[in-house]
């Protein structure tokens, strides 16, 4: 059996391997069967974790859509409920008579 820390395939104490080292393609020379293994191993992990970020996706899609729609929505209740401009448009008309009134009266 390996002595442990030698790098062999299994660790005698727990039976479990070491960790992967990570590799960069572009400072190592790699044989084009182990570059393809590379890309086989990142497919089938893309394509594990493709349905989680699928949902993750789609959630967060409604989230913002359903903040927009509840800015949207305020927005219209919101201007729906300023009738102070109005009640202040005819205060000036109301004032604007007056001053006619005065101006017109003696």
């Known amino acids: 059996m390996a002595a442990s ?4 395939p299994l660790d005698a104490k727990s039976g479990e ?4 080292r990570r590799i960069d393609p ?3 020379k790699l044989t084009p069967a182990q570059l393809q293994f590379m890309r086989q191993v990142q497919l089938a992990q893309w394509q594990k974790t493709l349905p989680q970020r699928r949902t993750r996706n789609i959630i967060t899609g409604l989230g913002i859509g359903a903040l927009v729609l509840a800015i949207y929505g305020y ?3 919101s201007v ?4 102070f401009l109005d009640e202040l448009e005819d205060e000036v008309k109301a004032a604007r008579a007056r001053a006619l009134e005065r101006t017109s009266g003696p």
Do not use: L
């Open 5 to 8: 820390g030698s790098g062999g």
């Open 17 to 20: 391997a070491p960790p992967a």
């Open 26 to 28: 572009t400072r190592e």
């Open 75 to 77: 927005t219209f209740y």
């Open 80 to 83: 729906s409920q300023e009738r």
